[in-house]
């Protein structure tokens, strides 16, 4: 067991809490909905990056490089100047929603370079110009483009050139739980000698201006007797607690309070304010700060004239103990002698022996660069959420009080809803909210990591105070009823397999915890989503936001409706992982075999379905195509295929499981119901193969398509031409470059193109494009269930690959083939990484060229990153795919 695992299975045996502090610190706050009380729900204008400086928020904190407690009662993060910036850096940047030609885009440039489990030990970059920030210029000239120019970036706009900037590292050693060591390295790229101000800045989560019996919590500056440099923090849920800091620093003190003054021109509450660090370092307002040292929010502010090609360090420390000289030692030299260094050196050396354990092995050292910043940016990607969904509508009683409209409002029936946890974040700028389906791609790459917190996030969001009274799981704040695809149980099953091998046990007692909810949430879709009893699915967009023809998350008009493809799939995916865990479960409690019996037959009874609707002639399988559509139905009567080749016609093949007869063989029961039910409905075969066999007995496998449908949409898929692209599969199939689909109904023509960029159309904000780009998640099911057709037809399932080709490949190869050309994304071939397209200095500069960003999606053709780029989330999964398939 390594040090590592050490501090894991302290951590959830509860002697230690080493998770206690973490990475837990948005990167943004403002433009969210949790800080929008507006009457309209524009959440970017009324909390934008302008007011960020100096207005406290209410239900979080954001900073650079920033860790927290998971209560996010005490905050650190760096600030920077560089002497030209008219904002002192505390935030990073970006563009709104409306400002940006592609939706909502930040502007800057940072890497999560390393992080383990329990942040013994955590790595991050940010890249800082020499020249003043160019927020003007960035807003002005996305301004000008349109939804068919690329988007203006930072790097175009020459500020790195020569390369003057900044590299600021910051990184945190653990010695214990309770003392984090903080070391920040700034490195002089350019050639010329630039000054840098850092202020290491910690504060407190404004909790006490909103009505509630808080006691104020305070920082003081301090110094001790030796002349060492501390600020002590009082804060009532944890006592107290000491950050101490190299050197000789200016203290600087203000509290974390609103300017009203400058947002509202009102008087200010507070004689010391939110931004006063920047007045006092950009403004030269020496009377901005306290000068009695105290308050809510302290920093240390350093500077240096850093000469070329050099670096400069400095050294905080953050403990439970107060900092007292000894005879022996000078306080500084208990703090910060010769062991703080070998504190980051041990810490290191950890983290490379807990990755060398959990990691791929034989791989090159590129691929390992891949998979450690991979899982390091999922372990960033960790975030202390707040929100009270009730209390939000209600308002504050310290505050003007909300729009009455805000009632029936956004959320408004998710009152029972309370977050106050630390949750995976799609990406901690672009997305700092939660949401359903992309937590659950989140713990499948984290549980080869931390299987624990996988199986924690889980549990999490089927409890109480988060999955809806009647069943539905919360989506995502901007719209909790948002309706994401069903993929909870895959990921509850997959965790339970991949946290039984990497921890040398099965924990039933969390599949049986999921399982119970889970009936929850499947009783909701089958009561909401199937209105009329058919097996057939609605749901709406299931994030795939523009993929279809046309809004499917709003309605048609009177008696028109869409049979979704995905919808009816996702849903026989459900019945199959539950399946699974009740044949599970079953293994020791025969009472889960009714239970299995109910999701094999529903099963069955959706995949029939799907195929022909009820003997009507009108399912959603195209047997001239050989490719699976929605169907829209209008109230004429008229029943029309939208033949569009999309994600949405492949994710009936994500349904399929097969099963031994050393798992069913013996659970009588079910096999007699099995029996029986088959034996009276013949026309399910289809769906039902059991002609492998084994000496214990017939091997099952269930599936929508059968062996001949699958060959077909093999095809397709394995078709340069249509979905198959150098850098996986693509969300829309390449026919309909030159083939459009157009629609003409009731006057009205709709049409879907192939776009294997970025999103042309305004549909959900026009910040992500499923017509063409190739997309993570989906392709990472799509490669599963391909693995589980071979493993039950084994290697005499060939097929051509690529189409066309003349190339056998067994399943299993093309699997592979899929997984290699996903990782070759990142992985630098030939001296470049597609990711980064023609940006020559992220391809070839020796400080950028190994710095990896995980894009949200990747155009089609070149597959350069696109959409968030730190969507480290479901992107993560690519260390998932060198895991089992290697480079």
Same mark, same amino acid.
């Given at each position: 067991?390594?040090?590592?695992?050490?501090?894991?299975?302290?951590?959830?045996?509860?002697?230690?809490?080493?998770?206690?502090? +973490?990475?837990?610190?948005?990167?943004?706050?403002?433009?969210?909905?949790?800080?929008?009380?507006?009457?309209?729900? /524009?959440?970017?204008?009324?909390?934008?990056?302008?007011?960020?400086?100096?207005?406290?928020?209410?239900?979080?904190?954001?900073?650079?490089? +920033?860790?927290?407690?998971?209560?996010?009662?005490?905050?650190?993060?760096?600030?920077?100047?560089?002497?030209?910036?008219?904002? &002192?850096?505390?935030?990073?940047?970006?563009? =709104?929603?409306?400002?940006?030609?592609?939706?909502?885009?930040?502007?800057?440039?940072?890497?999560?370079?390393?992080?383990?489990?329990?942040?013994?030990?955590?790595?991050?970059?940010?890249?800082?110009?020499?020249?003043?920030?160019?927020?003007?210029?960035?807003?002005?000239?996305?301004?000008?483009?349109?939804?068919?120019?690329?988007?203006?970036?930072?790097?175009?706009?020459?500020?790195?050139?020569?390369?003057? %900037?900044?590299?600021?590292?910051?990184?945190?050693?653990?010695?214990?739980?309770?003392?984090?060591?903080?070391?920040?390295?700034?490195? !002089?790229?350019?050639?010329?000698?630039?000054?840098?101000?850092?202020?290491?800045?910690?504060?407190?989560?404004?909790?006490?201006?909103?009505?509630?019996?808080?006691?104020?919590?305070?920082?003081?500056?301090?110094?001790?007797?030796?002349?060492?440099?501390?600020?002590?923090?009082?804060?009532?849920? %944890?006592?107290?607690?000491?950050?101490?800091?190299?050197?000789?620093?200016?203290?600087?003190?203000?509290?974390?309070?609103?300017?009203?003054?400058?947002?509202?021109?009102?008087?200010?509450?507070?004689?010391?304010?939110?931004?006063?660090?920047?007045?006092?370092?950009?403004?030269?307002?020496?009377?901005?700060?306290?000068?009695?040292?105290?308050? =809510?929010?302290?920093?240390?502010?350093?500077?240096?004239?850093?000469?070329?090609?050099?670096?400069?360090?400095?050294?905080?420390?953050?403990?439970?103990?107060?900092?007292?000289?000894?005879?022996?030692?000078?306080?500084?030299?208990?703090?910060?002698?010769?062991?703080?260094?070998?504190?980051?050196?041990?810490?290191?050396?950890?983290?490379?022996?807990? %990755?060398?354990?959990?990691?791929?092995?034989?791989?090159?050292?590129?691929?390992?660069?891949?998979?450690?910043?991979?899982?390091?940016?999922?372990?960033?990607?960790?975030?202390?959420?707040?929100?009270?969904?009730?209390?939000?509508?209600?308002?504050?009683?310290?505050?003007?009080?909300? /729009?009455?409209?805000?009632?029936?409002?956004?959320?408004?029936?998710?009152?029972?809803?309370?977050?106050?946890?630390?949750?995976?974040?799609?990406?901690?700028?672009?997305?700092?909210?939660?949401?359903?389906?992309?937590?659950?791609?989140?713990?499948?790459?984290?549980?080869?990591?931390?299987?624990?917190?996988?199986?924690?996030?889980?549990?999490?969001?089927?409890?109480?105070?988060?999955?809806?009274?009647?069943?539905? &799981?919360?989506?995502?704040?901007? !719209?909790?009823?948002?309706?994401?695809?069903?993929?909870?149980?895959?990921?509850?099953?997959?965790? %339970?397999?991949?946290?039984?091998?990497?921890?040398?046990?099965?924990?039933?007692?969390?599949?049986?915890?999921?399982?119970?909810?889970?009936?929850?949430?499947?009783?909701?879709?089958?009561?909401?989503?199937?209105?009329?009893?058919?097996?057939?699915?609605?749901?709406?967009?299931?994030?795939?936001?523009?993929?279809?023809?046309?809004?499917?998350?709003?309605?048609?008009?009177?008696?028109?409706?869409?049979?979704?493809?995905?919808?009816?799939?996702?849903?026989?995916?459900?019945?199959?992982?539950?399946?699974?865990?009740?044949?599970?479960?079953?293994?020791?409690?025969?009472?889960?075999?009714?239970?299995?019996?109910?999701?094999?037959?529903?099963?069955?009874?959706?995949?029939?379905?799907? !195929?022909?609707?009820?003997?009507?002639?009108?399912?959603?399988?195209?047997?001239?195509?050989?490719?699976?559509?929605?169907?829209?139905?209008?109230?004429?009567?008229?029943?029309?295929?939208?033949?569009?080749?999309?994600?949405?016609?492949?994710?009936?093949?994500?349904?399929?499981?097969?099963?031994?007869?050393?798992?069913?063989?013996?659970?009588?029961?079910?096999?007699?119901?099995?029996?029986?039910?088959?034996?009276?409905?013949?026309?399910?075969?289809?769906?039902?193969?059991?002609?492998?066999?084994?000496?214990?007995?017939?091997?099952?496998?269930?599936?929508?398509?059968?062996?001949?449908?699958?060959?077909?949409?093999?095809?397709?898929?394995?078709?340069?031409?249509?979905?198959?692209?150098?850098?996986?599969?693509?969300?829309?199939?390449?026919?309909?470059?030159?083939?459009?689909?157009?629609?003409?109904?009731?006057?009205?023509?709709?049409?879907?193109?192939?776009?294997?960029?970025?999103?042309?159309?305004?549909?959900?904000?026009?910040?992500?494009?499923?017509?063409?780009?190739?997309?993570?998640?989906?392709?990472?099911?799509?490669?599963?269930?391909?693995?589980?057709?071979?493993?039950?037809?084994?290697?005499?399932?060939?097929?051509?690959?690529?189409?066309?080709?003349?190339?056998?490949?067994?399943?299993?190869?093309?699997?592979?083939?899929?997984?290699?050309?996903?990782?070759?994304?990142?992985?630098?071939?030939?001296?470049?990484?597609?990711?980064?397209?023609? =940006?020559?200095?992220?391809?070839?500069?020796?400080?950028?060229?190994?710095?990896?960003?995980?894009?949200?999606?990747?155009?089609?053709?070149? +597959?350069?990153?696109?959409?968030?780029?730190?969507?480290?989330?479901?992107?993560?999964?690519?260390?998932?795919?060198?895991?089992?398939?290697?480079?």
């Amino acid at each position: 067991m390594t040090n590592e695992e050490r501090r894991l299975l302290a951590s959830v045996e509860r002697e230690v809490h080493w998770k206690r502090w +973490g990475p837990y610190l948005s990167e943004r706050q403002w433009g969210t909905v949790r800080e929008d009380y507006s009457a309209n729900g /524009d959440a970017w204008s009324y909390f934008p990056h302008d007011h960020a400086r100096s207005r406290a928020y209410r239900w979080g904190e954001d900073g650079l490089a +920033g860790i927290c407690d998971r209560h996010q009662h005490i905050c650190f993060a760096i600030a920077l100047w560089n002497e030209k910036d008219p904002i &002192l850096k505390e935030r990073l940047f970006g563009l =709104t929603n409306l400002e940006g030609n592609h939706g909502e885009d930040v502007k800057e440039y940072y890497y999560y370079l390393d992080a383990t489990p329990t942040s013994s030990y955590l790595k991050f970059l940010y890249k800082y110009p020499h020249a003043e920030f160019p927020y003007r210029q960035l807003v002005q000239e996305n301004a000008k483009r349109t939804r068919l120019d690329g988007e203006y970036e930072l790097v175009d706009t020459g500020v790195f050139n020569d390369s003057r %900037y900044f590299d600021v590292f910051v990184e945190y050693a653990k010695a214990a739980s309770e003392d984090i060591l903080i070391r920040i390295t700034a490195w !002089n790229r350019g050639s010329d000698e630039a000054a840098l101000h850092v202020l290491p800045t910690v504060w407190f989560r404004n909790r006490w201006d909103w009505g509630d019996p808080y006691d104020m919590p305070q920082a003081s500056g301090m110094t001790t007797t030796d002349g060492t440099i501390f600020v002590e923090l009082d804060e009532y849920h %944890y006592g107290k607690r000491w950050l101490l800091f190299e050197g000789s620093p200016e203290l600087l003190f203000t509290e974390n309070a609103t300017n009203t003054e400058r947002l509202y021109n009102l008087p200010n509450q507070k004689l010391y304010v939110k931004d006063a660090f920047h007045r006092h370092l950009i403004g030269g307002e020496q009377a901005a700060v306290n000068p009695g040292l105290k308050g =809510t929010k302290a920093a240390a502010h350093y500077s240096a004239q850093i000469a070329p090609g050099k670096s400069w360090t400095l050294h905080c420390r953050l403990v439970d103990r107060k900092p007292e000289p000894n005879a022996a030692a000078s306080t500084a030299s208990v703090f910060f002698g010769a062991s703080f260094d070998s504190v980051f050196c041990d810490r290191q050396k950890d983290a490379d022996e807990f %990755y060398a354990r959990r990691a791929a092995s034989g791989l090159s050292d590129d691929a390992h660069l891949l998979q450690r910043q991979a899982f390091g940016g999922l372990l960033w990607g960790k975030q202390s959420y707040h929100y009270d969904v009730d209390r939000w509508l209600q308002g504050d009683s310290t505050q003007p009080a909300p /729009d009455p409209a805000r009632r029936l409002g956004r959320n408004h029936d998710w009152t029972h809803l309370y977050n106050s946890d630390v949750i995976s974040m799609p990406d901690k700028w672009e997305y700092p909210w939660y949401a359903a389906w992309d937590l659950a791609f989140h713990c499948v790459a984290m549980a080869l990591i931390d299987p624990d917190y996988a199986k924690d996030q889980l549990i999490l969001f089927l409890r109480e105070w988060y999955m809806h009274p009647n069943g539905e &799981l919360p989506a995502y704040e901007w !719209n909790f009823s948002d309706v994401n695809p069903p993929v909870h149980a895959w990921a509850a099953w997959r965790v %339970y397999k991949i946290a039984a091998r990497v921890q040398g046990k099965a924990d039933r007692k969390f599949l049986e915890r999921v399982f119970h909810k889970l009936l929850l949430n499947f009783t909701w879709w089958v009561n909401r989503k199937d209105p009329d009893g058919r097996n057939v699915f609605q749901g709406g967009f299931l994030g795939l936001d523009n993929i279809g023809v046309f809004d499917r998350s709003k309605p048609l008009g009177p008696g028109n409706f869409v049979e979704q493809s995905d919808g009816t799939s996702w849903m026989a995916m459900y019945c199959l992982d539950m399946l699974a865990m009740a044949i599970e479960l079953a293994q020791e409690d025969s009472a889960y075999e009714d239970v299995a019996s109910k999701f094999f037959e529903h099963f069955v009874h959706i995949s029939r379905a799907m !195929n022909d609707l009820g003997g009507e002639g009108i399912g959603l399988w195209s047997e001239k195509d050989g490719f699976y559509y929605d169907v829209l139905h209008l109230s004429d009567g008229r029943s029309i295929p939208l033949q569009v080749r999309s994600m949405v016609g492949l994710i009936p093949l994500f349904a399929v499981e097969a099963f031994e007869p050393r798992e069913f063989g013996h659970l009588t029961g079910f096999c007699n119901r099995m029996r029986w039910f088959l034996e009276h409905n013949p026309d399910i075969r289809d769906h039902v193969d059991m002609s492998q066999k084994t000496e214990h007995g017939p091997r099952l496998l269930l599936t929508i398509a059968n062996r001949q449908k699958l060959e077909r949409i093999y095809r397709i898929v394995l078709d340069e031409k249509e979905f198959l692209s150098p850098h996986g599969i693509r969300a829309l199939s390449k026919f309909h470059q030159a083939n459009p689909f157009i629609l003409s109904v009731d006057g009205r023509t709709s049409s879907v193109d192939y776009e294997p960029g970025e999103s042309t159309s305004d549909l959900f904000g026009g910040n992500s494009n499923w017509r063409g780009p190739v997309w993570f998640p989906m392709n990472f099911l799509l490669i599963e269930a391909i693995q589980r057709v071979h493993f039950y037809y084994g290697d005499d399932f060939k097929v051509e690959c690529p189409t066309g080709s003349g190339k056998q490949m067994t399943l299993w190869e093309v699997a592979t083939e899929l997984s290699r050309r996903l990782s070759h994304i990142f992985l630098r071939r030939d001296g470049r990484r597609p990711v980064y397209g023609k =940006t020559t200095i992220f391809q070839d500069d020796p400080h950028w060229r190994d710095l990896i960003l995980f894009y949200e999606y990747f155009h089609g053709e070149t +597959g350069e990153g696109l959409g968030a780029s730190h969507q480290t989330g479901w992107t993560a999964l690519v260390a998932k795919l060198i895991e089992q398939s290697g480079e």
